[in-house]
């Protein structure tokens, strides 16, 4: 401790020294803040240890590894998650500190963030929750996830982006862009291939190079080129062979070598299982790790690490020589220079007025309309005497549970208060529980205060519902799934796409007494809707964090008008998806991704199914026109671009934003390739009777596809057709034009 003490004074002294503007000796490049990063990081190298480069490799507790005591460098310290920050944990513990001042606001599930298909609200969300961050003096932000919703299953699809790369490409940018903008590094996540959850850490998918770069890989990559993420981390699954935290095809040949990432390869807590692969495969930070292999090891086991006394046995021994070790020290010390050892840090934020609008606003954004007959909704407040709210997801905590991206918030208003605080005392709200799921209230010691306990039968609480509904001018079903063990919850999957806990039934009872059902689905996963002739009005409810309840209260009264549309297929069935009907999902050992490129809509296009709704579906309490689109030229070189374009006019009574969605066939391919796919969107607000003419330019880029021949992307000439559409099973207009 003592030697701590006299090289931070010895550092404290010179920046005095130099903060007084004192002519004595300058200060060392390494300290200088002026100096060029990639200078600092030269000289901090030339005055390291060997035993404290081995230091900076891996973690010294659960979400922290060692800093240079003696330069006077700072630890580094990581957070998880993609939705908010998370509590602070005991050194060495998963569970939480206890402390009274790191609660947070919880933002909406990336899905939902994805459903608003607006990138200015990815923008304001990596803002605010990298100004908690910051605040919460964090470097490294474990998030965003973008692995590409396969399954229904999926148990963590609700911390990702969808089933497009293309959306998932546009969305994730400007939240990596905004959060490191405060010098905090995000470090986007799984990479690569982590789609299931079960057997994540034994699970091998088998995918050809044309699926892997043309869906697996392109949110990752538009992360790392385009949004400039200053880590990224590596997925539990292995593939082709070896694990992805240490993986030469994945990490040194694809990341660094073809992309150029100059950032740090963190690996995900547990996913390290090789030294020798750890050194030579392109890891740089390793966490987590289960000293006796993957089962939960000893505590404080930090030196014996892969990246740590057994790396350093290996250089000693010669087999090594510090190549690698200097490529990744330089790694470590550059995401330390952006974050912790930035000169100019800003304070950050901690559930501001500002984070907590922001929460609201990406949350009713995100809300999908899904059906609306009879123009259910919205809700007219001046015509209703009684609402009845059933189920438990109007009641029941979402911000805790589902693994690591658990929260403890400041506050999380639930639909039922949302729905209550809007309306006031002009109209009667009764509830009823409806079912019974989850009663857990409980997480890593965060406790919501729930006592959700009932030990009444599905009957009597199924009767109870009926008679609060029998009483009320319009019913709010809020069911759905919840962050449970099989529902949607890291480390499992789900096991079926139906409704848990006897909601089929209950909903079936409902239908028997009004015709005015309203069923709010809270999910971050499609489900089974056997029951959807006889429910008039369906709204997508997502996991909308702290402020879920005022969220849905603005869009189900209508002072809000729903704009979001759905990153991902609702199937019918399960067998009506790729991966369920010609592919393995959530496997040990190999997983074969047999319907390789026909993940989501592009399987339905393929085999013609009707999806339930589909990618990109999405109602608005108004109307749009689309007119017929025009394209700038017939004939397109292969370095130019043609600009189609299409006039949409609201065509209601009220203030709308409409997304209009690209998608691209190739009439003529010499190849295998969906019938179409999303490259381009565009969000547009449009006041009652407004036309605009929305632009997309198309690029050779938009018409290529991978071609693992060549290793290349390739735009054959042809001919194209851009078809416009209001969602993938709703295409408004087309055109068509040739390549040359
Ligand atoms: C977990 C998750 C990862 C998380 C990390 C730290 O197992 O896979 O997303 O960031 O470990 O909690």
């Given amino acids: 401790m003592k030697r701590v003490f006299t090289s931070l004074f010895t550092v404290t002294t010179l920046l005095c020294m130099v903060a007084c503007g004192g002519s004595q000796a300058e200060l060392p490049d390494y300290l200088n803040p002026k100096k060029d990063i990639e200078v600092r990081i030269d000289d901090a190298m030339s005055r390291m240890t060997l035993d404290e480069k081995i230091a900076i490799i891996h973690a010294q507790s659960k979400f922290s590894s060692a800093g240079v005591p003696r330069l006077g460098i700072p630890e580094l310290w990581t957070t998880d998650g993609p939705h908010g920050i998370r509590p602070e944990v005991l050194w060495d513990e998963w569970v939480q500190a206890g402390w009274t001042n790191d609660f947070c606001v919880a933002f909406p599930a990336l899905t939902a963030l994805a459903a608003t298909w607006n990138t200015e609200m990815s923008a304001l969300y990596g803002k605010s929750i990298g100004e908690e961050a910051r605040y919460r003096e964090k470097d490294v932000l474990l998030g965003p996830g973008v692995n590409i919703y396969r399954s229904p299953l999926g148990g963590r699809n609700f911390e990702y982006m969808g089933e497009d790369p293309y959306l998932a490409s546009r969305m994730v940018v400007p939240y990596v862009q905004q959060v490191q903008k405060i010098g905090v590094a995000t470090c986007v996540k799984h990479y690569a291939l982590n789609n299931a959850e079960t057997f994540r850490h034994t699970t091998e998918p088998v995918v050809d190079d044309r699926t892997l770069y043309e869906i697996y890989l392109p949110a990752f990559k538009a992360a790392v080129i385009e949004g400039g993420s200053w880590s990224i981390m590596g997925a539990y699954n292995l593939f082709r062979g070896e694990h992805a935290c240490h993986n030469d095809l994945l990490l040194n040949k694809i990341l660094k070598e073809e992309w150029g990432f100059d950032g740090a390869v963190i690996s995900d807590w547990g ?344 990618f990109g579906h999405g109602l608005s309490y108004t109307t749009f026109e689309y007119g017929e689109a025009t394209v700038s030229r017939k004939k397109m070189s292969r370095d130019g671009s043609v600009t189609v374009t299409v006039p949409v006019t609201n065509t209601g009574k009220r203030q709308g934003k409409e997304i209009v969605q690209l998608y691209i066939t190739d009439c003529q391919a010499s190849v295998m390739r969906p019938v179409k796919e999303l490259k381009g969107f565009a969000k547009v607000d449009l006041a009652p009777g407004q036309t605009k003419k929305v632009k997309f330019e198309i690029t050779a880029e938009h018409l290529s596809f991978f071609d693992d021949k060549q290793h290349a992307w390739v735009a054959e000439p042809g001919e194209f057709e851009a078809l416009i559409g209001a969602a993938s099973d709703d295409i408004r207009t087309a055109v068509s034009f040739t390549l040359k």
């Avoid at 950050?348 to 909704?377: C, F, Q, R």
């Fill in 271 to 614: 996913g390290t299982h090789d030294t020798r692969e750890a050194i030579k495969n392109g890891l740089d930070l390793e966490f987590g790790t289960w000293t006796d292999g993957l089962t939960m090891g000893k505590t404080n086991s930090y030196d014996l690490y892969h990246l740590a006394d057994a790396y350093k046995k290996l250089i000693e021994s010669g087999e090594f020589t510090t190549k690698e070790l200097d490529d990744k020290v330089r790694r470590v010390l550059r995401l330390m220079y952006r974050t912790s050892m930035k000169a100019d840090k800003p304070n950050g934020a901690l559930v501001s007025d500002e984070h907590i609008a922001a929460a609201y606003t990406i949350g009713a954004e995100g809300i999908v309309l899904l059906k609306n007959e009879k123009n259910l909704l919205p809700i007219d407040l001046s015509k209703t005497k009684t609402i009845a709210v059933i189920g438990e997801n109007a009641i029941k905590m979402m911000t805790i549970g589902g693994g690591s991206s658990s929260l403890k918030v400041k506050k999380e208003v639930n639909p039922l208060e949302g729905l209550r605080k809007r309306v006031g005392k002009d109209v009667e709200i009764l509830y009823a529980r409806g079912y019974v799921g989850d009663t857990t209230s409980v997480y890593k010691r965060v406790d919501s205060g729930q006592r959700l306990a009932d030990d009444r039968s599905e009957k009597e609480l199924i009767a109870e519902a009926v008679e609060v509904a029998k009483r009320a001018d319009v019913v709010l079903m809020f069911g759905g799934l919840n962050k449970a063990k099989k529902q949607d919850c890291e480390s499992t999957d789900r096991a079926e796409l139906g409704l848990p806990y006897g909601q089929d039934q209950l909903i079936a009872a409902l239908t028997e007494v009004t015709d005015n059902l309203i069923y709010i689905n809270i999910s971050g996963n499609a489900v089974a809707m056997p029951w959807i002739d006889s429910v008039p009005a369906i709204v997508q409810g997502w996991y909308l964090g702290s402020e879920a309840g005022n969220s849905l209260a603005a869009v189900l009264v209508g002072d809000v008008n729903p704009s979001g549309k759905l990153p991902f297929t609702f199937p019918v069935q399960l067998a009506d998806t790729g991966a369920h009907s010609m592919g393995e999902f959530s496997k040990d050992g190999e997983e074969h991704y047999g319907e390789g490129l026909l993940v989501g809509y592009r399987w339905n296009d393929a085999k013609d199914i009707d999806p339930l709704f589909a």
